[in-house]
């Protein structure tokens, strides 16, 4: 087990290691550098100032060289400067992160339980009214564009039923107290949640429906119910742990979809997440930035499949390596 | 030589009789599928999409980028699905952006199983070193976020129509990869495989004539479903108003109605619900095809 959680780990490494040298490359790629970004800033400079500033910072060097210095700079968090916020981009993406980790996780959360719930209970009776409608809302769940979605929620319940807010995250001016401020806040999540939610929701009660109606075929659920144990033992205690397995699996490597996901209903939502930052980087032309987000959204889901992969080993004890 | 017929019991037998035997499973998947309601539906349907898609602009010549109307014009008698921000007819938008939104999907469909389908019999065919290789790649293109990745790219390169389709292949080719690495690894175990490489066919021979179409069934219902996603994620990107501005497509039109939908719900509904029905018909499709490619799992 420690040596599978190494090895892991050490892989995980490996691929940060290799985003890093892509956005290199793909900052080279960019028109313009930082000297072109900051002149620009500063309202145009003599070219002599221009190589003055490039050998200064570097830029005339052969790009090997340049690379080792990036890749060190990156590994002590040092992701580069946004000119148009005037901030480091590694500041300016940890104080987007909180409200795109709070989407994100809590609709992933919401997916894989009730994606499992509505699976589950549409495979205890195949032939149902609900299994049918596990199968139609997967279907609609595959062909709806997230970010219409959004749309469409917005004009149902923020403009025909004004039940909530929609734009923001939070209300001006602010309630006074802390409690008060928490529950403006999940006022103006419902609404972005429930959207990137419900279309994983329907993913997820298609699989897990699909992998109960196996697992209930299997023999150790038939031993189980010879043995005399009444059905929803049966069901809460054979069946749905490795039924669900599936279900944890796909999350875990859906982790970067949900995140391209959030991008998208962050922005119909206008919420001050990752998303618009990279949105309103990209017209800017502002690569740092761009670059910064690519960067840690890469990062944070290497962690999460490692995190996943352990979780998986722990529920299922028969796989003894992941690769 | 008593019995030839089983491929299980000898090994030696004919390249045609696999290749008859998979004629009659194409047949009766065929048939499986005419007789699944839900799924020729959607094939039909998916044929007058395909029809307004190269015919459109001819019989609706109006011109998408012009305008007709009042801005802002609630659909009615002039306008049928009424006008956006700029008194263009959304109607006619919609049935102009048909023909760029498939060409796109289709595009950048087939490039993206191109990759996939290389990348992975490759990995799945030599296998040791080259997949272990190959697979680490997939591993990294797999946790670059696909949309955050292809916005990324559009922005360093340019929104060149054929930059939005490399981008748009580039990030999602994975998923067939691993599908197609599975495929080869379980049918190059097979006896016919190794009589092929016994009668000393080339690998290229192997790999494209005798694996690949045997791994096709599960390669198909992949490709269908990948068509839907393509179209979804095209929108996506056009939404952001990241791909060519002189192109109009389904996605662009609900994006440049952003600021404006509360006044004009009929901006966004409309083509929205162009782009819900095609990929539902495509959903439909693959369903059928799953149907009728593994009957036994019928239901699932």
């Known amino acids: 087990m420690m040596q599978a959680v190494i090895q892991r780990v050490f892989l995980g490494i490996v691929l940060i290691l290799g985003v890093i040298v892509l956005n290199f490359f793909l900052l080279q790629a960019a028109p313009g550098d930082v000297v072109d970004a900051m002149l620009a800033e500063a309202g145009g400079g003599d070219p002599e100032l221009a190589a003055r500033l490039r050998q200064s910072y570097g830029l005339d060097q052969p790009v090997y060289i340049q690379l080792i210095k990036y890749l060190g700079q990156v590994c002590i968090g040092d992701l580069g400067y946004s000119f148009y916020y005037d901030e480091p981009v590694a500041t300016l993406i940890l104080s987007h ?30 032939k149902g009214f609900f299994s049918n409608f596990v199968t139609v809302f997967s279907l609609f769940g595959y062909a709806t564009p997230v970010f219409w979605l959004g749309m469409i929620v917005l004009l149902v319940f923020a403009l025909y039923l004004p039940w909530f807010p929609a734009f923001g995250i939070r209300s001006i001016p602010e309630p006074d107290h802390p409690f008060d401020r928490a529950l403006d806040i999940i006022h103006h999540l419902v609404l972005p949640t429930f959207t990137l939610a419900v279309l994983f929701l329907a993913n997820y009660s298609r699989i897990s429906r699909a992998s109960m109606l196996d697992v209930l075929g299997a023999d150790y659920i038939r ?101 | 030589m008593t019995d030839i017929k089983s491929k299980d019991q000898n090994p030696f037998f004919s390249l045609e009789e696999i290749d008859s035997e998979r004629e009659v499973k194409w047949r009766e998947t065929l048939r499986l599928f005419c007789a699944n309601r839900p799924a020729l539906f959607g094939f039909l349907f998916i044929i007058v999409f395909i029809f307004v898609g190269i015919f459109g602009s001819i019989l609706v010549p109006a011109d998408p980028f012009e305008m007709v109307a009042v801005p802002l014009t609630s659909p009615g008698v002039g306008t049928l699905f009424g006008s956006d921000y700029l008194g263009r007819d959304v109607f006619v938008g919609i049935v102009h952006g048909t023909k760029a939104t498939m060409i796109i999907a289709t595009t950048a469909t087939l490039v993206t199983v191109f990759i996939g389908i290389t990348v992975g019999a490759l990995a799945g065919y030599y296998g040791g070193i080259i997949d272990n290789i190959l697979m680490r790649i997939t591993e990294f293109f797999q ?13 360093v390169f340019s929104s060149d129509i054929l930059v939005v389709i490399l981008a748009i292949a580039v990030t999602t080719w994975t998923t067939e990869a691993r599908l197609t690495r599975a495929e080869f690894l379980k049918i190059k175990e097979q006896d016919y495989v190794t009589a092929s ?18 791994a096709m069934p599960p390669i198909i219902i992949a490709i269908t479903l990948r068509v839907g996603i393509t179209i979804i994620y095209e929108a996506a990107l056009s939404f952001l108003g990241l791909t060519d501005p002189d192109i109009i497509t389904w996605g662009k039109m609900i994006g440049q109605s952003r600021d404006y939908f509360f006044d004009a719900w009929w901006t966004v509904t409309f083509p929205g619900v162009a782009i819900l029905l095609i990929v539902l018909c495509i959903a439909l499709i ?11 799992l019928r239901g699932r």
Do not use: C
Request: charged share 15%; glycine share 6%; aromatic share 6%.
């Open chain 2, 197 to 214: 490489r016994a009668i000393g066919d080339r690998d290229r021979r192997i790999i494209a004539r005798i694996i690949l179409p045997n």
């Open chain 1, 223 to 323: 031993t189980a119910r010879t043995k005399g144990l009444s059905e929803p033992k049966v069901i809460l205690k054979h069946a749905l742990k490795n039924a669900s397995l599936p279900v944890v699996t796909l999350a875990g490597l859906q982790l970067a979809q949900v995140f391209s996901g959030a991008v998208l209903v962050e922005t119909v939502f206008s919420l001050p997440g990752v998303g618009p930052l990279l949105y309103e980087s990209i017209v800017r032309r502002d690569f740092p930035v761009i670059l910064g987000v690519l960067f840690g959204a890469a990062t944070t889901t290497i962690v999460a499949n490692i995190i996943t992969d352990l979780v998986y080993k722990w529920m299922d004890p028969r796989i003894q390596s992941i690769t």
């Open chain 2, 286 to 296: 693959g369903d059928g095809l799953n149907d009728a490619l593994n009957p036994k």
């Open chain 1, 97 to 126: 992160l909180p409200t795109t980790l709070m989407l994100t996780l809590s609709a992933l959360i919401l997916a894989v339980l009730f994606g499992t719930l509505f699976g589950v209970y549409a495979a205890i009776k195949p």
């Open chain 2, 143 to 155: 946790v670059l976020p696909p949309l955050v990745f292809a916005m990324v790219i559009v922005a």
